[in-house]
């Protein structure tokens, strides 16, 4: 079925494409002075010092390659550190004005290195800029997509579905199914309750899995109970699995209030994210950091945004504001394979618990902020019924002494026999309180996630 308005979706993808193909080849970094702009302090040094001098003639005419090459020279050593002093000194014999042209070649070297910062600072921004029209291109290319995959049931299933959702009490209007591409498919039925009846949606979803022969359930935050007016509501397949989470945060001694944030985010399509960030610091101005990083995710995965291109645009942002850098640390599951990623940067290592045995997760990319281009690490694995997921701080390993912390913070996990996951992180916080005698010597925080087959 050809969806109405999907070719100007796709015309609109590809506006967005070509213009972050433009930003994408507009020139690259600087990291020193080109040819052009040596010319520039040379053409402002003569202008400003040589002009008027009694040697012009004999510096820029009879000796002139001699005087560039005593400039370039001069310039490189700036480049290398050296002073205005050393650089009279160095001038002394050839320029018989060598005090001032000192003085000039330092401002003018100053002045052009400035330049040279805030024009690379607009070329870095360019590249932010191409990612988000990129992945906005990518967004409408996938809606297209999913216009163009829009179907409908067959005729004799939904005509049997319309005659027993009739039979509860739902007169159906439309029914809409779409292919979602790598996911599940997803059904879109606008219907409306009859006059005096109270029809719960979960009815609904259980008449539904009978029909498809597959189980299906309302979409998360959709309406409890069927109204009235007509409404479209969404069902989804059901996932193989569900995953709990359990939280527990001790800050600083001395604050009242953690730097550390987390979250836990659930799509429509499967996907369940636990996501912890460190702020830099404690206290205040920390929780507000890492909990701006925290919000900006959860917005760019509720608006669909790859989690790699998230990572990719947060630390964009947390460059550009260079208040502090703070860690980030995404473990996504899909609950209906199991499938797991973990994306750091700058994060403490995450512990999964599989089958008894401990697995620590490292990585070593840096903390949001502080380098432009940040290259995302995703470390896969694939969890069952049981396993267990442990995102930490770093305050959480700092209570043990020597070196190989994470291994006995490892250690620490195999002893426990909790298998809920709000259970286990108040047993865990319990354990490294012990450790560090009730005083915390930095914010701690155990985030627990808990996969679970459905019945």
């Known amino acids: 079925m050809d969806y109405p308005g999907r070719e100007r979706v796709e015309e609109c993808a590809r506006s967005f494409g070509e213009l972050a193909d433009i930003y994408y080849r507009m020139p690259c970094r600087k990291e ?32 002139a390659a001699g005087t560039y090459q005593r400039l370039y020279e001069a310039l490189t050593a700036m480049g290398e550190g050296k002073t205005e002093g050393d650089i009279r000194a160095g001038m002394s014999d050839a320029c018989i004005r060598a005090g001032k042209m000192a003085g000039s070649m330092v401002w003018a070297f100053r002045n052009m290195r400035m330049k040279l910062y805030y024009a690379n600072r607009l070329l870095e921004g360019r590249e932010a800029v191409a990612d988000q029209l990129w992945e906005m291109a990518r967004l409408l290319d996938d809606m297209a997509e999913e216009m163009q995959r829009t179907g409908e049931l067959k005729e004799p299933v939904n005509r049997r579905l319309c005659r027993l959702f009739d039979r509860r009490g739902a007169q159906v209007r439309k029914i809409f199914l779409m292919h979602k591409r790598k996911r599940r498919d997803e059904l879109y039925i606008t219907m409306h309750a009859r006059k005096g009846e109270c029809v719960p949606i979960r009815d609904l979803a259980g008449i539904l ?45 001395g604050e009242l209030l953690s730097g550390d944030s987390f979250s836990y985010f659930q799509n429509d399509q499967g996907a369940a994210v636990l996501s912890l960030s460190d702020g830099m610091g404690s206290g205040r101005e920390a929780a507000a950091e890492s ?47 199991g499938n ?66 994470e291994e006995q913070f490892a250690a620490l996990l195999e002893e426990q026999t909790a298998a809920n996951p709000r259970e286990l992180a108040a047993a865990l916080m319990e354990q490294l309180m012990e450790r560090c005698q009730g005083k915390a010597r930095d914010d701690m925080t155990v985030f627990v996630g808990g996969l679970w087959q459905r019945v």
């Open 32 to 63: 020193g002075f080109g040819r052009q702009d040596i010319e520039d302090i040379f053409e402002e040094l003569t202008g400003t010092v040589c002009r008027g001098c009694r040697s012009f003639g004999k510096c820029w005419k009879d000796q």
């Open 209 to 253: 899995s009978v029909v498809l022969h597959r189980r299906m359930v309302p979409a998360r935050n959709s309406r409890t109970v069927l109204g009235a007016e007509d409404e479209t509501v969404l069902f989804v397949e059901e996932t193989r699995y569900c995953l709990l989470y359990g939280i527990s945060r001790v800050p600083k001694e």
């Open 291 to 337: 909990r701006k990083l925290i919000e900006l995710l959860e917005q760019f995965l509720e608006a669909g945004v790859s989690e790699e291109t998230a990572l990719g645009l947060i630390n964009s942002a947390s460059v550009y504001e260079k208040k502090s850098c703070s860690t980030l640390d995404i473990c996504s599951v899909d609950l209906y394979s």
């Open 340 to 405: 797991c990623d973990i994306r750091k940067l700058g994060a403490a290592p995450t512990f999964l618990r599989r089958d008894g045995q401990v697995e620590i997760v490292q990585s070593f990319r840096t903390p949001a902020g502080l380098f432009h281009h940040l290259d995302p690490e995703t470390q896969s694995f694939r969890l069952g019924d049981g396993d267990t997921i442990v995102l930490v701080t770093d305050g959480a390993l700092d209570v043990f002494s020597g070196q190989k912390k």
